[in-house]
């Protein structure tokens, strides 16, 4: 079956930003597949929710991205299921500290293996797909990509790879595929939580003075994939003014 529909593949959107990024595409008319790892649960919640919606807009997928197997199936499936690939939201991600002089290589293969292998292998396996719709690839970057964050190096340097994947992937695959990302500030608190007077810290050297919403990120994947049709290898900086302090 080949929907007439225009179709997307969100990593990580079972919950959090991703699932606010799946709403929103679907609502604009998307059909979706529904990347998860841990929580299948809010996966087939979310994808029941939207099913209610329009019947047949949704897929399900669980894979672990770190097995460099199932990148290329993600993309097989979502062909199988709805005929075409118009959008690729790279937006899973893993984030923790790796304190200098305490790193090791694990905690380097799993952030880089998430934040930069994964999203790369990706769009290569999508890469046909997209060209064939004229589609485009979203990459969730952020803004530690250009200022280092005290304790995560190595988080940092793999979205520093993802922006530069970003902008390489741009020339790659133009002109028939527009490849960009969005460096976000703080949208939601870590799952770890973040304790109130570090968050109000954060918030006072934020020129708008708030956290971003999850819809204010959606509404900029949206914009990218449907509007912004004369831009590819820009990094859209959400950050509520951050990178302005000094």
Same mark, same amino acid.
């Given at each position: 079956m080949t929907t007439a529909r225009p179709v997307? %593949?969100?990593? @990580?959107?079972?919950?959090?930003? @991703? /699932?606010? =990024?799946v709403r929103r595409l679907h609502a604009d008319g998307y059909d979706v597949a529904i990347?998860?790892?841990?929580?299948?649960?809010?996966?087939d919640a979310l994808a029941g929710e939207l099913e209610a919606a329009r019947a047949g807009s949704t897929l399900v997928l669980q894979a672990d991205l770190a097995q460099f197997d199932r990148l290329p199936e993600l993309i097989a499936h979502t062909i199988g299921r709805f005929g075409r690939l118009d959008a690729l939201v790279n937006?899973? &991600? &893993?984030?923790? /500290?790796?304190?200098? @002089?305490?790193?090791?290589?694990?905690?380097w293969d799993a952030l880089f293996g998430a934040? /930069?292998?994964a999203p790369f292998f990706l769009a290569q396996a999508a890469a046909p797909h997209l060209r064939a719709t004229h589609g485009a690839i979203v990459n969730m970057a952020d803004i530690y990509a250009e200022r280092p964050l005290r304790t995560h190096a190595i988080y940092g340097m &793999?979205? $520093? /790879?993802? !922006?530069?994947?970003?902008? $390489? %992937? $741009?020339?790659?695959?133009?002109?028939? !595929?527009?490849?960009?990302? =969005?460096?976000?500030?703080? =949208?939601?608190?870590?799952?770890?939580?973040?304790?109130?007077?570090?968050?109000?810290?954060?918030?006072?050297?934020t020129p708008l003075h708030r956290t971003g919403?999850?819809?204010? =990120?959606?509404?900029?994947?949206?914009? %990218?994939?449907?509007? $912004?049709?004369?831009?590819?290898?820009? !990094?859209v900086r959400l950050d509520g003014g951050r990178l302005l302090e000094t």
């Open positions: 997307a %593949l969100v990593t @990580g959107s079972a919950r959090r930003l @991703g /699932a606010a =990024i990347h998860c790892h841990a929580s299948r649960g809010d996966a937006n899973a &991600s &893993s984030f923790f /500290a790796t304190p200098f @002089g305490k790193a090791t290589p694990d905690q934040n /930069a292998r &793999s979205k $520093a /790879a993802l !922006v530069h994947m970003t902008r $390489a %992937l $741009a020339l790659e695959l133009a002109p028939d !595929v527009r490849v960009n990302a =969005i460096a976000p500030g703080a =949208i939601l608190w870590p799952d770890g939580g973040k304790d109130d007077a570090a968050k109000q810290a954060m918030l006072d050297r919403t999850p819809d204010e =990120i959606a509404n900029t994947v949206r914009w %990218l994939l449907r509007e $912004a049709t004369y831009m590819t290898g820009q !990094v």
